[in-house]
């Protein structure tokens, strides 16, 4: 007789933890005309439990040495390194052929890569020591902004995906991810990678559902300090920047992007979820430079 | 003994040392009776056809009639930007812009005197701000970034940075023409042109400005100067064809700029409020850092958005810092912003000083106590005291919001851990103060406050190179330094 397959139960990832949806809500995207599977539909609490747990994180994850925060990126690279078949096949199931599976795939494992390695240079490239006139040390660096939202590329379920949180948490964020609506496969698969990456439960929570639900609970939560957008949909575009404005979100919008070009690779991804900071002493006595403190 | 004969002992600066008054001169000032927009490289009428008056805030005085620009105004200005782009700014090289940028700074320099004045009669700073630290830095700033104009392709390696088009910039009443500078060099030194709107209050150092570019040559549109209120603001936000907002002003208005230009690709940087703490731990310099936080909130009456309005005294020193503060304050010369002996100078206007009038009123009623020191206030003009609360609370309204005036408010904390978390407790993010002698105690705070600028054993120091700007609801982007030219250019890698 043949035997009985288990089928997989596709969960969200919060604070390093796989709930069901609080919606207790699912959708069924196709593929060829078949269902994919029966996928989570977030809720507006579900983004809310989301950002608490990524800003319980993004502290500890920020104080991490950077060499640290490196070698953690380079395990998530080593463990779906490991993992391949089982995205090779997700990747399959939704549409793509074996050969297109096999690049993303290894375009996924080296972009982790490329990322790990700017983790500890990004600052010494691009912060500075400012030549001031007065009698003061200072100096410019990186922090990072905190909570980020990816709304990750449609198309691109996993090229796409990684290339958004990579740079993102390479520079000390925590984010909260919406998946591809119609391949959310990979990304609840890619969860499971993280989770078993010594990545901090909360570092990447990735949420699946959507669009059009959720956008604005990005857009408009308070706690939420950036949001990318990487689809091309003008309406969603218009919304997020108007939400946005509440508490000045820093909003990056990733248009009609071509994952698979290697000039999506560059450290200025890193940089534009960082916050500039300049500090300035003192230099010889305290408040040196003559009468004015 | 000795505790209790110091106790008697008062200073009373104010009554035993008067000083001279030690008048700057004004003879040398060429003020023009009414002030037309500046457009295409000329003075023209504004179609409005309406003027209004700017006064000066100490003497309530009218110093000269400024235009005030309507839509069609904006219009003919943004039009000669455009114009002067593409024809002319566009094609130059970083080389040559760059010299027609030194030269406006070596210009400024040379009429330092005369923009110091001006800026002092016309805002009401004290003028040995706006002589030793306005003016100067605005030079500095244009001499700064003329040097970038030939080299941004080693700012942004692998980049291609290419400028952006026309530039609407909107710039606040409290360094008129510093805010100016760190709007129009970095703008010019990227190869955009410019249309600015200078604040309604404080219009004349930017129209004087005008005529310097007429004589340094800039060539016609490259930088337009449309005055009035924030209506004409607004015609910039609006106009389709300006391609990057630059804003200085207050969190509430950047908020909706940021909502008129959310459907458009325009770029922005908003520079806004603050709310800084300015922290003192027990084992800080006690006298420096006294000096510091007068500095801090004192600085130009308070105008300054990163004024260190939210002192932190830890509590083992409460006691001698607040004595030592109260003294200090007494010392303090309130009076003609053009008097060399004047610490404070006048609110900026009647508008402002309404506001700060009812943020005092509003700390009272709250159940926070006053001190003022004793000072004797000009007749005329708008003047307010330096202030300082105690007895508030994280809550307190003068705690939470932006007062904009010298009034500061003053909490005290026992941990290193609790004073991190009450100083980043607000929207705000622009800039903090950490006085200590301890090198490892200072490290560990600045690089705890969640601000854009943070001051160790220093308070509100400036300079081109290095960049401002403020994290959270304090805006975005950063101007000064290398970081300054991202904000008018854009890459295709």
């Given at each position: ?293 | ?47 409005s056809?309406v003027?209004f ?13 400024v235009?005030e620009a309507n839509e069609?105004d904006v ?93 609407g910039q909107i710039t606040p009443w ?22 600015l709107k200078p604040a309604e209050t404080t219009s ?22 449309v005055t009035g209120y924030g209506q004409t603001g607004s015609h910039i936000v609006n ?6 907002i630059?804003f200085t002003g207050s969190t509430g208005v950047g908020k909706l700029i940021?909502k008129s ?88 206007s009647?508008k402002q ?141």
């Amino acid at each position: 007789m043949k035997r009985i397959e288990i089928l997989k139960t596709y969960k969200i990832y919060i604070g390093g933890a796989f709930p069901r949806t609080e919606s207790g809500r699912y959708y069924q995207p196709l593929a060829n005309k078949k269902p994919l599977g029966n996928i989570c539909l977030s809720s507006r609490k579900d983004v809310r439990n989301a950002v608490v747990a990524a800003r319980g994180a993004q502290t500890g994850w920020a104080e991490k040495s950077a060499y640290n925060r490196s070698q953690i990126l380079y395990r998530i690279a080593e463990i779906l390194e490991g993992r391949r078949s089982q995205f090779q096949s997700e990747l399959e199931l939704q549409g793509i052929t074996k050969v297109t599976a096999e690049k993303e795939i290894d375009a996924s494992i080296d972009r982790l890569i490329y990322y790990a390695g700017w983790c500890d240079k990004y600052t010494q490239v691009f912060g500075s020591i400012n030549p001031v006139a007065s009698s003061h040390f200072n100096f410019s660096t990186y922090e990072p902004t905190g909570v980020v939202g990816i709304i990750a590329s449609e198309e691109s379920s996993l090229l796409g995906l990684i290339s958004m949180i990579a740079p993102v948490i390479a520079g000390g964020n925590t984010c909260v991810v919406l998946a591809s609506e119609s391949k959310p496969l990979c990304a609840v698969t890619f969860s499971e990678v993280l989770a078993t990456s010594d990545v901090p439960g909360g570092v990447v929570n990735i949420l699946t559902g959507n669009t059009k639900e959720l956008l604005e609970h990005f857009a408009s939560h308070m706690d939420v300090n950036a949001v990318v957008y990487c689809r091309n949909n003008k309406d969603e575009i218009n919304q997020l920047r108007l939400l946005a404005v509440d508490n000045l979100k820093r909003i990056t919008i990733k248009d009609n992007v071509n994952w698979d070009d290697e000039k999506v690779e560059n450290p200025y991804e890193i940089l534009n979820f960082m916050e500039v900071k300049t500090t300035w002493h003192p230099i010889e006595s305290i408040s040196a430079a003559g009468s004015g403190y | 003994m000795a505790k209790k004969k110091a106790k008697e002992i008062e200073l009373d600066l104010s009554s035993n040392w008067d000083y001279a008054p030690s008048m700057e001169s004004t003879g040398h000032i060429q003020l023009k009776k009414k002030y037309d927009l500046f457009i295409g490289g000329k003075f023209v009428k504004p179609k409005s056809g309406v003027y209004f008056d700017t006064i000066n805030p100490a003497t309530e005085e009218v110093l000269a009639q400024v235009a005030e620009a309507n839509e069609a105004d904006v219009d003919a200005a943004v039009k000669a930007a455009r114009k002067a782009y593409d024809t002319v700014w566009s094609k130059l090289s970083g080389k040559e812009r760059g010299k027609y940028i030194y030269r406006i700074a070596r210009l400024i320099q040379e009429r330092a005197r005369e923009f110091s004045v001006i800026e002092s009669l016309d805002g009401g700073k004290t003028i040995r701000e706006s002589r030793d630290i306005d003016i100067p830095l605005a030079a500095a700033h244009f001499f700064y970034y003329a040097g970038w104009a030939d080299k941004l392709d080693y700012a942004f390696p692998n980049r291609n940075p290419q400028s952006i088009g026309v530039a609407g910039q909107i710039t606040p009443w409290n360094f008129p023409m510093l805010m100016i500078a760190w709007k129009i060099a970095p703008a010019l030194a990227t190869g955009n042109t410019v249309v600015l709107k200078p604040a309604e209050t404080t219009s004349l150092t930017a129209l004087k400005l005008a005529e310097l570019f007429q004589d340094a040559g800039l060539p016609d549109g490259v930088v337009n100067i449309v005055t009035g209120y924030g209506q004409t603001g607004s015609h910039i936000v609006n106009h389709p064809d300006v391609d990057k907002i630059a804003f200085t002003g207050s969190t509430g208005v950047g908020k909706l700029i940021m909502k008129s230009i959310a459907n458009t690709n325009k770029k922005s940087t908003m520079e806004l409020g603050g709310k800084a703490a300015n922290i003192i731990m027990e084992d800080a310099p006690l006298d420096q850092a006294v000096e510091g936080v007068i500095n801090g909130i004192f600085f130009n009456q308070g105008h300054v958005c990163c004024a260190g309005s939210r002192l932190f005294i830890q509590e083992s020193v409460y006691d001698i810092v607040m004595r030592k503060l109260k003294d200090r304050m007494q010392a303090l010369v309130v009076g003609n912003p053009l008097d060399k002996n004047t610490d404070i100078g006048a609110i900026n206007s009647k508008k402002q000083l309404d506001t700060i009038k009812k943020y005092i009123k509003i700390g009272k009623e709250e159940g926070a106590e006053i001190y003022q020191p004793n000072c004797t206030l000009p007749k005329k003009g708008y003047w307010i005291p330096p202030t300082l609360f105690t007895n508030v609370a994280q809550s307190s309204t003068i705690v939470k919001e932006e007062i904009f005036g010298p009034v500061l408010a003053i909490q005290t904390f026992r941990t290193v851990d609790e004073v991190i978390s009450k100083a980043n407790n607000t929207p705000y993010g622009l800039s903090a103060g950490v006085w200590s002698d301890k090198g490892s105690k200072v490290f560990n705070l600045t690089s705890q406050m969640r601000a854009g600028v943070v001051w160790g054993n220093t308070y509100n120091k400036f300079d081109p190179t290095s960049p401002f700007g403020g994290y959270k609801e304090s805006g975005h982007g950063r101007e000064g330094g290398l970081q300054g030219l991202e904000a008018y250019l854009k890459f295709n890698a």
